[in-house]
């Protein structure tokens, strides 16, 4: 593979030396790099030590054919772009070459302006399918499990159960509240098994009408009901051989939940209006954030289906829960949107963060980090920025001192710690009214607005 910004190089064998040299300055004068080589024997060699574009190279040769050079070149892993010239009478050679893995042929004599658009079209269609090998490498990158940020103790105990779940054919229930990336895992557990390559299909059970969710589901015959004027392919046939996601799969309607059951017990199932079993070979994952068992216990979800859909379970952990995860979170969002490695954290923004109980969990944090950026710059993470819920509802840094400590400690620090948390809970309390908050606290407004100064919190903000 030529290095980026270098022009392609192109490998020119013929056993005709006048020929490859009109080739070669031809190409030359293209601004491509051209070397030759008088036989296939000989390119074989020149293909193992150098990494060529494109490989052209005529059909009939003495000690190595071109058909043998492209046979040999493939059995060794090498998978350049082979162009083949051969003379009129010899098409059908040329058709087997192609046969082989052979990109196109053009038969002497050939015209310039046909060979430029033939060289140029390989050329292009070689750039394409290493962008497409570089995306899919990206894609498995970015849903691999190492990419599911985080070295806590919580983390690493998730990322080890679905490294064992998903090569399995099991159906899994992924449990977690709102922002914890039950998506996310989805896609990993469908990227690290053997269904990778087939399709990956997400649906929203609560965020589609009752009435129309059969049919997106399964599908509907033309005739079916008002309107259904053709056939319609559902999200199972969609899903054929992949993985089908159903999240907040607790919002199904009870009618529905009928008739998944149905469908995972027999494995096949029938577009809304037709006859026709339809086999099914999909994995089901589902993903709900409220209580299925509370929603059995009230009538609301059928028991026989949450036992099929819970063959294996993952409860994904809040966030609040791995506070040591955030630094690297944040880093990983600051990545993602400005493509620099680090965003660093002022001391005082960084105090916020971990003592915020994070009710949107990481979805939260990564709209922060992105309003900051937009807002702020990139150069610092820092509190000026920080929504009203984050300044106003994190932990005190400090408690009530039960008692001194041996060692002795930072009496101003703590009283300093200590008027933050009071002040905090104030406007809180207050819902950021400053003069509600100093009411609350016994001290005049101007008394509040000098210590809120201190805090970093400045009239302009609107609390």
């Known amino acids: 593979m030529a290095v980026k910004n270098e022009a392609p190089k192109i490998l020119i064998v013929d056993d005709e030396s006048s020929l490859r040299e009109m080739l070669a300055i031809l ?5 491509y790099q051209v070397e030759q080589a008088a036989n296939g024997a000989v390119a074989l060699d020149m293909a193992l030590e150098t990494a060529y574009d494109l490989i052209i190279s005529d059909i009939q040769m003495p000690k190595m054919t071109g058909i043998e050079l492209l046979r040999q070149l493939r059995e060794q892993d090498n998978d350049v772009t082979v162009m083949m010239m051969t003379a009129f009478s010899s ?5 087997a070459a192609m046969k082989l893995g052979a990109y196109d042929y053009i038969t002497k004599p050939f015209k310039n ?6 060289i140029k079209n390989a050329l292009e269609r070689k750039q394409l399918q290493q962008e497409n090998r570089q995306l899919k490498q990206q894609l498995g990158q970015r849903f691999s499990f190492q990419r599911l940020i985080g070295h806590s103790s919580a983390m690493s105990k998730l990322i080890a159960l679905l490294e064992r779940v998903a090569p399995s054919q099991a159906n899994v229930l992924i449990t977690g509240e709102s922002g914890t990336g039950k998506e996310l895992v989805a896609k990993a557990l469908h990227l690290n098994s053997d269904r990778k390559k087939r399709p990956f299909v997400p649906i929203n059970c609560g965020a589609i009408p009752e009435n129309l969710l059969e049919s997106e589901l399964f599908g509907h015959e033309k005739g079916a009901f008002t309107g259904a004027d053709k056939r319609k392919e559902g999200l ?3 899903a054929e051989n ?19 059951l149905r469908v995972l017990q027999e494995r096949e199932f029938r577009r809304v209006g037709g006859t026709a079993n339809i086999p ?12 299925l068992s509370e929603r059995i216990q009230d009538g609301k979800f059928r028991e026989d289906l949450f036992y099929r859909l819970n063959v294996v379970s993952i409860e994904l952990p809040p966030l609040r829960t791995r506070r040591d995860d955030i630094p ?5 969002f600051y990545q993602q949107l400005t493509g620099r490695k680090e965003f660093p954290i002022q001391k005082q923004a960084l105090e916020l963060l971990l003592g915020y109980d994070w009710p949107g969990n990481v979805r939260e944090l990564e709209n922060l980090v992105e309003r900051c950026v937009v807002l702020g710059g990139i150069e610092e993470l820092t509190v000026e920025f920080f929504p009203e819920q984050i300044k106003y509802k994190s932990r005190g840094a400090c408690g009530v001192l039960d008692e001194l400590p041996d060692e002795g400690f930072e009496l101003e620090k703590w009283l300093e710690e200590m008027e933050r948390t009071v002040l905090l809970k104030a406007l809180e309390k207050s819902a950021g009214v400053r003069t509600r908050a100093a009411e609350l606290l016994g001290i ?7 210590r809120l100064a201190k805090l970093g919190v400045g009239e302009e903000d609107n609390f």
């Open 91 to 95: 098409t059908e050679e040329a058709v």
């Open 242 to 260: 992949g993985t089908l996601f159903l999240d907040e799969i607790g919002e199904l309607p009870m009618g529905m939940q009928v008739k998944l």
């Open 328 to 332: 690297l979170l944040i880093n990983s």
């Open 444 to 450: 005049s407004f101007r008394s509040i607005r000098y």
């Open 113 to 118: 302006d046909e060979i430029r658009l033939v």
């Open 236 to 238: 199972f046939e969609s």
């Open 27 to 31: 190409l030359q004068r293209e601004g």
């Open 280 to 291: 099914l070979n999909i994995r089901l994952i589902a993903a709900t954030n409220q209580d």
